[in-house]
């Protein structure tokens, strides 16, 4: 972690001296995939992403960062009654309310209660950390109808600037386009490891009645409590992922669904997490943006007695990626060669057509003549994405030049963000137009063998809760494979559904147990398995701090590779005279390796290299 963001990012009395609008700086507009220059950091984001060290209590908070793009959420209405977005209204109105801003709270906190503090949601309990949040309002607020790529690339952006100092995010964003800007995010954060919630209303959130408060209120309880580390798309008490999402109705409050996958969340008296459902990181990257997308994608949905005319034009140049819209599981009719044709030669002259079903729910398959005959003309299956889903992914994939067409078709067909359920043999569904005899069949990915083991333990627990047994068993199962240094018997657990991430009652999963006894290997295996490099214990403490203070070089690089970083909130300076003091040059050596700046005044106003000289 970079340690003196708040320096990169602007002093404090550069930041202080801010008038209160001046995020009309931001810029919608930019889309070359270039990394990001501090120096062109709107002044309003900067201040949003410089909370002090030592501001966070590191055991009883969690830093929310709040991008704010406009929607009905926090409309106003006109004069004629009419919902527009009202600038500077939002986090002003929202310090006033008491479940929103815990007033005492903060003065307590931080001496003030107003104006550049955090806002600080009121105590949820029992082991829940307190969300402390920013508000980063854009401007122009936008009506979603009116959002576009370049927002998606901006968003992107500023969750990449500000990704170190929060622990968790939340987009508040109009309900229009929620589906497509959470689709499109899901695919451009590569590597993402901490959650990211986009949520929004129905009714704004000023009004006596509305959905607001209770769509932005749980996104902020989860953001800073709960490790899901995807776009996810928060709606009337679930949390679903993000990329399976679509607006269905346009005056309930239940706006939003998933059709083809279970919520990931749902809200309750409790807060039910499907730990198994998550799509966790499992390659040894760090956390990165894609900025760039290509706009020559479209969908083209079929209708009886559609001209071959339509679809050439839309097929012709320029496009390159088109969503084919057909019916049923997966059916285009038949008695068409004129389309066949159409198809074909667009297919042969690589433009990526991907097929998925004009049905709410369900996906493709060939199981009919008339599904499998677009595959002999290279048409992709899409099996049981969104057009949402489907749109963006093409737009994302098309704007990797470094792949060929051959790979782009590959990752067309494959999960990559959990956004489709795919058979297991997909690769020769992918290649470009080809002669097939026989139809394929596609497998869905049958459930895991956990589900029957699972309903077992509720009935050997005499009533006891299956998450309780679950909690209690699953860490100390883990614990031991690790301690035994046994991937073998870590491989069985996870086959058999245990939840390589679960925590004990410290906190802890079994990735600090692995850091604590020095076994690089599993650390290793625990990574490429998904389990968080975010993750903190009771303490506070990661696993990156917890090799840093062991002093374990190798297991500190590995960490860092994975896009660990020291808990923002930590004040070192104790650590590091102790270390300093001890002669441990390890153990710096991993501090130092982490970011730490040893001539840095920390937050106690200390430096290690004070101390020690
Ligand atoms: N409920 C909403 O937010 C709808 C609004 N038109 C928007 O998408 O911005």
Redesign the pocket.
Known sequence: MDRNIKFELGSEEELNSEESDECTEIVHGPTENNPIDPAHVPKALRRSCSLECCQTDIKTESRVLVLYT????G?VRNDNGV?V?KPNVLEHRLRKSAIFHDVAYAKSRFGHASGKSPLVLPNLGDRMRRALFMIYEYSPL??????TMDDWIQISKDLKICYENFDGFVIL??????AYTASALSFMLENLGKTVIVT????PIFETRSDGRDNFLSALVIAANYSVPEVCVFFNNRLHRGNRTTKVNTSSLD?FNSPNFAPLVNIGINIEVNQNLIFRPTELEKFHVHTTLNRNVGILRIFPSITTQTVKSFLAEPMHGVVLQTYGAGNIPSSRPDLMEALREATERGVIIINITQCAKGAVAALYETGSALLDVGVLPGYDMTPEAALTKLSYVLAHPDWDIETQRKIMARNIRGELTAPRNILDLTRLPRNRSSSVRLDIDSKSPLESLAALLPLLANGTSLSYIQAVLYPSFLYDAVRAGSIARLEDLKKCGVDLGAKDANSRDALFVATEIGNHEIVEYLLLNGVSVHSRDINGDNPLMLACKKGDVKIADLLLKTGAHLPHQSCLSDVLIKKAEAGDLRSLECFKMAGVQFNQPECCGHTALQSFL
């Open positions: 406009g929607g009905t959420i409309m919902l977005p936008l009506d979603s109808s009116n959002m964003h109009g309900t229009d386009t929620l929004g209303s129905q009714i706006a």
